[in-house]
């Protein structure tokens, strides 16, 4: 059965300190997909990135860097030099490639960023 | 471009009554999707459409939720008899194609006394 776990909860954090958002999934399909989004306080989920089952290589954005690692079934999210808009709720989720449809998320992770 | 918008944003109701949400998708998306996020249980699927299809309706949790998608735009969610376990903020996304990166409206929250 596909599952996504994100353990952490509530992660709290000092404006600049970095922070890792970790993800574990469960799938059977050799192929599907991962993503991150964030969802503000204004509630509207943003679509952050797409991962490929077949594509391990690690990505970077700006501040945002993503840990794919199929050995141990993570996809972590880093942070670097947070900032207070950084603040939302991150969601991972999986799609597999038989129901390419439906995104399976976990229950999320709230992050506070403080001045 | 519009992203995805839903009507209302919020809607408060009386336990019983029907409702009906409303998403517009991204023009030109072809694939469009519900979802429910509630306190409990998290982020689920409810059901997509494929232009004006829908090939799965298994993630609709009654016989009370029904959805339509006309002209392969423009959807409605409707809720019959709604009850307070209904209460939950209804999001919405489309996407190009269905294999594509799904883009998410603002929600409507639905609250039912």
């Known amino acids: 059965a596909q599952k996504v776990t994100q353990a952490q909860t509530e992660i709290s954090v000092v404006e600049k300190e970095d922070v890792t958002l970790d993800c574990v999934y469960e799938t059977r399909d050799t192929t599907y997909y991962l993503f991150w989004y964030k969802q503000p306080p204004s509630g509207e989920l943003v679509f952050l990135i797409r991962?490929?089952?077949?594509?391990?290589q690690n990505e970077i954005s700006g501040r945002y860097s993503w840990n794919f690692q199929k050995s141990t079934s993570s996809f972590n999210f880093t942070i670097t030099a947070s900032q207070v808009v950084d603040s939302a709720v991150y969601f991972c989720?999986?799609?597999?490639?038989?129901?390419?449809?439906?995104?399976?998320f976990g229950s999320g992770t709230r992050l506070l960023v403080r001045p | 471009g519009a992203g995805v918008s839903q009507s209302p944003s919020n809607k408060v109701t009386e336990k019983g009554k029907d409702v009906e949400l409303r998403c517009d998708p991204i023009s030109g998306h072809t694939a469009l999707y519900w979802y429910r996020q509630s306190l409990g249980q998290g982020l689920e699927f409810l059901i997509y459409?494929?232009?004006?299809?829908?090939?799965?309706k298994s993630g609709l949790p009654s016989d009370r939720f029904s959805a339509e998608r006309t002209g392969g735009s423009v959807s409605t969610l409707t809720i019959q008899r709604t009850q307070q376990e209904d209460s939950a903020v209804y999001l919405c996304?489309?996407?190009?194609?269905?294999?594509?990166?799904?883009?998410f409206g603002p929600g409507t929250r639905l609250t039912v006394l």
């Open positions: 991962r490929n089952s077949f594509d391990e």
């Open positions: 989720a999986l799609r597999e490639r038989d129901s390419s449809y439906k995104l399976i």
């Open positions: 996304a489309s996407s190009l194609e269905v294999s594509h990166e799904q883009f």
């Open positions: 459409f494929q232009g004006n299809s829908a090939p799965d």
